[in-house]
């Protein structure tokens, strides 16, 4: 008997899942929310907010390394290899959902990415996960930009924020 109460303790333990909903009041008085769901299981963070117009969801594939936003604004999905320096684990995620916000927080890291041009012609290559959340949308890939680059042009960028660990602008014509 203990033996089987062990087993499903073990179980339950890897096949978890957290959610976290955190509510901001927006500058013009809306209201943002956002939810993360985390599979511990396929080490996937589904990370989705709601905002109107601007809403975005997102798929972090930790065990591949990629990330891919699909923004309701551009109608369209952007993916990109995720920088684990940067990037919180899972772990840590999960930790931010039993947390609350503590306004003395250093902010956020920040990443930029330029978005090209080029559509991805097959987006199952990039897992069932990503697949689902970009499929029948047009979808584009991003590249990290490192440092400050004089040279980027930032109009036209969408910026995401992973609570309240990383900030993400993805810049270029996305969607055209």
């Known amino acids: 008997m203990k033996t089987l109460i062990l087993i499903a303790a073990l179980l339950s333990v890897s096949f978890a899942s957290d959610t976290v909903n955190v509510n901001n009041q927006g500058n013009s008085g809306g209201n943002v929310q956002q ?9 996937i963070a589904n990370v989705n907010q709601i905002n109107g117009f601007h809403s ?40 931010a959902t039993q947390e609350k916000q503590n306004p003395n927080a250093p902010p956020p890291h920040s990443l930029t990415y330029t978005v090209s041009q080029t559509r ?20 584009f890939y991003a590249q990290e930009v490192q440092g400050a680059s004089l ?4 109009h036209g960028c969408t910026d995401l924020g992973i609570l309240r660990f990383l900030g993400i602008s993805l810049c270029g014509n996305i969607g055209c």
């Open 56 to 95: 975005w969801n997102s798929i972090w594939d930790y065990n591949r390394g990629l990330f891919a936003a699909r923004l309701m604004s551009k109608r369209a999905c952007v993916v990109s290899k995720m920088n684990r320096n940067v990037v919180p684990s899972l772990e840590q995620l999960s930790k």
């Open 35 to 43: 939810t993360v769901n985390i599979d511990n299981h396929n080490n």
């Open 120 to 139: 991805v012609k097959n987006v199952a290559q990039f897992g069932t996960h990503i697949d689902a959340l970009c499929n029948g949308v047009p979808t």
């Open 151 to 154: 040279f980027m042009n930032l």
